[in-house]
T-cell receptor
Framework: EPEVTQTPSHQVTQMGQEVILRCVPI?????FYWYRQILGQKVEFLVSFYNNEISEKSEIFDDQFSVERPDGSNFTLKIRSTKLEDSAMYFCASSVTRLRNEQYFGPGTRLTVT | KNEVEQSPQNLTAQEGEFITINCSYS?????LHWLQQHPGGGIVSLFM???GKKKHGRLIATINIQEKHSSLHITASHPRDSAVYICAVRAYGGSQGNLIFGKGTKLSVKP
Protein backbone atom coordinates (compact mmCIF):
# COMPACT_ATOMS: atom_id res chain seq x y z
CA GLU A 1 0.00 0.00 0.00
CA PRO A 2 1.40 3.44 -0.87
CA GLU A 3 2.58 5.49 2.06
CA VAL A 4 4.04 8.85 2.91
CA THR A 5 7.67 8.64 3.96
CA GLN A 6 9.74 11.12 5.92
CA THR A 7 13.45 11.50 6.53
CA PRO A 8 15.22 11.65 8.83
CA SER A 9 13.27 9.98 11.61
CA HIS A 10 15.20 11.96 14.19
CA GLN A 11 17.23 15.13 13.73
CA VAL A 12 19.31 16.78 16.42
CA THR A 13 20.56 20.28 15.69
CA GLN A 14 22.02 23.22 17.52
CA MET A 15 20.09 26.42 18.04
CA GLY A 16 20.53 28.80 15.13
CA GLN A 17 21.24 26.08 12.59
CA GLU A 18 19.16 25.47 9.48
CA VAL A 19 17.33 22.18 9.12
CA ILE A 20 15.52 20.62 6.19
CA LEU A 21 12.93 17.96 6.83
CA ARG A 22 12.04 15.80 3.89
CA CYS A 23 8.86 14.08 2.87
CA VAL A 24 7.87 11.95 -0.09
CA PRO A 25 4.08 12.14 -0.49
CA ILE A 26 2.02 9.44 -2.16
CA UNK A 27 2.66 9.71 -5.87
CA UNK A 28 -0.81 10.61 -7.19
CA UNK A 29 -1.60 13.04 -4.38
CA UNK A 30 -1.84 16.72 -5.16
CA UNK A 31 -2.15 18.39 -1.75
CA PHE A 32 0.61 18.40 0.81
CA TYR A 33 0.71 19.48 4.43
CA TRP A 34 3.06 19.96 7.34
CA TYR A 35 1.97 19.65 10.96
CA ARG A 36 3.89 19.74 14.18
CA GLN A 37 3.35 18.31 17.63
CA ILE A 38 5.30 19.66 20.57
CA LEU A 39 5.83 16.94 23.16
CA GLY A 40 2.73 16.49 25.28
CA GLN A 41 0.67 18.91 23.21
CA LYS A 42 -1.83 18.56 20.40
CA VAL A 43 -1.03 18.44 16.73
CA GLU A 44 -0.98 21.85 15.04
CA PHE A 45 -1.36 22.76 11.39
CA LEU A 46 1.59 24.58 9.82
CA VAL A 47 1.05 24.86 6.09
CA SER A 48 -0.70 23.38 3.07
CA PHE A 49 0.74 23.33 -0.44
CA TYR A 50 -0.81 22.82 -3.85
CA ASN A 51 0.30 23.44 -7.40
CA ASN A 52 3.74 24.54 -6.25
CA GLU A 53 2.55 27.22 -3.93
CA ILE A 54 1.37 27.65 -0.37
CA SER A 55 -2.41 27.53 -0.20
CA GLU A 56 -2.76 28.18 3.50
CA LYS A 57 -0.49 28.71 6.49
CA SER A 58 -0.96 29.12 10.22
CA GLU A 59 0.37 31.81 12.53
CA ILE A 60 3.13 29.41 13.53
CA PHE A 61 4.48 29.36 9.99
CA ASP A 62 6.49 32.58 10.13
CA ASP A 63 9.39 33.80 8.02
CA GLN A 64 11.70 31.22 9.58
CA PHE A 65 9.80 28.47 7.79
CA SER A 66 9.61 27.67 4.11
CA VAL A 67 8.36 24.79 2.02
CA GLU A 68 9.37 23.55 -1.37
CA ARG A 69 8.71 20.78 -3.83
CA PRO A 70 12.09 20.77 -5.50
CA ASP A 71 11.86 17.82 -7.83
CA GLY A 72 8.28 16.61 -8.24
CA SER A 73 8.54 13.92 -5.58
CA ASN A 74 10.07 15.43 -2.45
CA PHE A 75 8.26 17.98 -0.29
CA THR A 76 10.52 19.79 2.15
CA LEU A 77 10.13 21.95 5.22
CA LYS A 78 13.03 24.26 5.99
CA ILE A 79 13.59 26.03 9.27
CA ARG A 80 16.19 28.72 8.71
CA SER A 81 17.45 29.40 12.20
CA THR A 82 16.16 26.88 14.69
CA LYS A 83 15.07 27.85 18.17
CA LEU A 84 14.69 25.64 21.23
CA GLU A 85 10.92 25.92 20.90
CA ASP A 86 11.06 24.37 17.42
CA SER A 87 11.74 21.02 19.09
CA ALA A 88 8.76 18.90 18.12
CA MET A 89 7.54 16.03 15.99
CA TYR A 90 6.92 17.21 12.43
CA PHE A 91 4.42 15.32 10.33
CA CYS A 92 3.98 15.51 6.60
CA ALA A 93 0.65 14.51 5.05
CA SER A 94 -0.82 14.31 1.58
CA SER A 95 -4.21 13.89 -0.01
CA VAL A 96 -5.62 13.37 -3.47
CA THR A 97 -8.02 16.25 -3.42
CA ARG A 98 -8.61 19.23 -1.22
CA LEU A 99 -11.96 18.36 0.25
CA ARG A 100 -13.16 14.84 -0.44
CA ASN A 101 -10.27 12.66 0.63
CA GLU A 102 -8.52 11.62 3.78
CA GLN A 103 -5.05 12.84 4.53
CA TYR A 104 -2.34 10.23 4.77
CA PHE A 105 0.29 10.99 7.36
CA GLY A 106 3.97 10.16 7.34
CA PRO A 107 5.70 8.62 10.36
CA GLY A 108 7.08 11.97 11.48
CA THR A 109 10.50 13.50 12.08
CA ARG A 110 11.46 14.18 15.67
CA LEU A 111 13.42 17.44 15.73
CA THR A 112 15.48 18.19 18.81
CA VAL A 113 17.08 21.62 19.06
CA THR A 114 19.82 21.91 21.68
CA LYS B 1 -10.24 28.30 23.86
CA ASN B 2 -10.50 24.64 22.83
CA GLU B 3 -12.53 24.24 19.67
CA VAL B 4 -12.26 20.45 19.84
CA GLU B 5 -12.75 18.67 23.14
CA GLN B 6 -12.25 14.98 23.67
CA SER B 7 -13.29 12.80 26.56
CA PRO B 8 -12.02 10.99 28.39
CA GLN B 9 -8.39 12.14 28.36
CA ASN B 10 -7.23 8.73 29.53
CA LEU B 11 -8.99 5.41 29.36
CA THR B 12 -7.97 2.02 30.67
CA ALA B 13 -9.96 -1.02 29.63
CA GLN B 14 -9.78 -4.79 29.91
CA GLU B 15 -9.37 -6.80 26.76
CA GLY B 16 -12.72 -7.50 25.18
CA GLU B 17 -14.46 -4.42 26.52
CA PHE B 18 -16.48 -2.05 24.35
CA ILE B 19 -14.78 1.35 24.17
CA THR B 20 -16.31 4.74 23.46
CA ILE B 21 -14.32 7.93 22.93
CA ASN B 22 -16.17 11.19 22.53
CA CYS B 23 -15.43 14.36 20.60
CA SER B 24 -17.30 17.65 20.81
CA TYR B 25 -16.54 20.70 18.73
CA SER B 26 -17.69 24.29 18.78
CA UNK B 27 -17.25 25.36 15.15
CA UNK B 28 -19.24 24.54 12.04
CA UNK B 29 -17.43 21.80 10.22
CA UNK B 30 -17.31 20.22 6.79
CA UNK B 31 -15.59 17.04 7.95
CA LEU B 32 -14.33 15.27 11.04
CA HIS B 33 -11.36 12.93 11.21
CA TRP B 34 -10.49 10.24 13.68
CA LEU B 35 -6.78 9.50 13.83
CA GLN B 36 -4.72 6.95 15.73
CA GLN B 37 -1.29 7.86 17.06
CA HIS B 38 0.95 4.94 17.92
CA PRO B 39 3.30 4.95 20.92
CA GLY B 40 6.18 5.63 18.52
CA GLY B 41 4.45 8.81 17.34
CA GLY B 42 3.20 7.86 13.87
CA ILE B 43 -0.32 8.94 12.89
CA VAL B 44 -2.80 6.81 10.96
CA SER B 45 -6.08 8.10 9.58
CA LEU B 46 -8.96 5.91 10.73
CA PHE B 47 -12.03 7.73 9.42
CA MET B 48 -13.12 10.89 7.71
CA UNK B 49 -16.83 11.58 8.02
CA UNK B 50 -19.26 14.39 7.49
CA UNK B 51 -22.50 12.63 8.42
CA GLY B 52 -23.91 9.40 9.77
CA LYS B 53 -21.74 6.45 10.57
CA LYS B 54 -18.75 4.54 9.23
CA LYS B 55 -17.48 1.11 10.16
CA HIS B 56 -14.12 -0.51 9.56
CA GLY B 57 -13.51 -3.83 11.21
CA ARG B 58 -13.99 -3.39 14.96
CA LEU B 59 -14.05 0.40 14.72
CA ILE B 60 -17.20 2.44 14.33
CA ALA B 61 -17.38 6.22 14.03
CA THR B 62 -20.55 8.25 14.29
CA ILE B 63 -21.25 11.93 13.96
CA ASN B 64 -24.20 14.13 14.88
CA ILE B 65 -23.77 17.41 13.04
CA GLN B 66 -26.65 19.13 14.84
CA GLU B 67 -25.21 18.28 18.24
CA LYS B 68 -21.61 18.88 17.12
CA HIS B 69 -20.55 15.57 18.51
CA SER B 70 -18.80 12.46 17.29
CA SER B 71 -17.99 9.14 18.90
CA LEU B 72 -15.43 6.48 18.13
CA HIS B 73 -16.32 2.99 19.28
CA ILE B 74 -14.06 -0.03 19.50
CA THR B 75 -15.74 -3.39 19.87
CA ALA B 76 -13.96 -6.37 21.45
CA SER B 77 -10.95 -4.25 22.39
CA HIS B 78 -7.49 -5.75 22.25
CA PRO B 79 -4.13 -4.68 23.72
CA ARG B 80 -2.96 -3.75 20.22
CA ASP B 81 -5.65 -1.04 20.21
CA SER B 82 -3.62 0.79 22.85
CA ALA B 83 -2.79 4.18 21.34
CA VAL B 84 -3.80 7.82 21.43
CA TYR B 85 -6.98 8.52 19.47
CA ILE B 86 -7.27 12.01 18.07
CA CYS B 87 -10.32 13.83 16.78
CA ALA B 88 -9.69 16.60 14.24
CA VAL B 89 -12.17 18.81 12.41
CA ARG B 90 -12.06 20.83 9.26
CA ALA B 91 -13.90 24.06 9.90
CA TYR B 92 -16.61 24.90 7.40
CA GLY B 93 -15.13 27.09 4.71
CA GLY B 94 -11.60 26.21 5.75
CA SER B 95 -9.08 24.49 3.57
CA GLN B 96 -8.65 20.80 4.03
CA GLY B 97 -5.26 21.40 5.55
CA ASN B 98 -6.47 23.55 8.35
CA LEU B 99 -7.49 20.72 10.61
CA ILE B 100 -8.16 21.65 14.22
CA PHE B 101 -7.04 18.87 16.53
CA GLY B 102 -8.23 17.68 19.89
CA LYS B 103 -5.73 16.78 22.58
CA GLY B 104 -6.31 13.09 22.11
CA THR B 105 -7.55 10.24 24.27
CA LYS B 106 -4.93 7.83 25.53
CA LEU B 107 -6.32 4.31 25.50
CA SER B 108 -4.66 1.44 27.29
CA VAL B 109 -6.15 -2.02 26.89
CA LYS B 110 -4.96 -4.57 29.45
CA PRO B 111 -4.83 -8.28 28.63
Amino acid sequence: EPEVTQTPSHQVTQMGQEVILRCVPISNHLYFYWYRQILGQKVEFLVSFYNNEISEKSEIFDDQFSVERPDGSNFTLKIRSTKLEDSAMYFCASSVTRLRNEQYFGPGTRLTVT
Amino acid sequence: KNEVEQSPQNLTAQEGEFITINCSYSVGISALHWLQQHPGGGIVSLFMLSSGKKKHGRLIATINIQEKHSSLHITASHPRDSAVYICAVRAYGGSQGNLIFGKGTKLSVKP
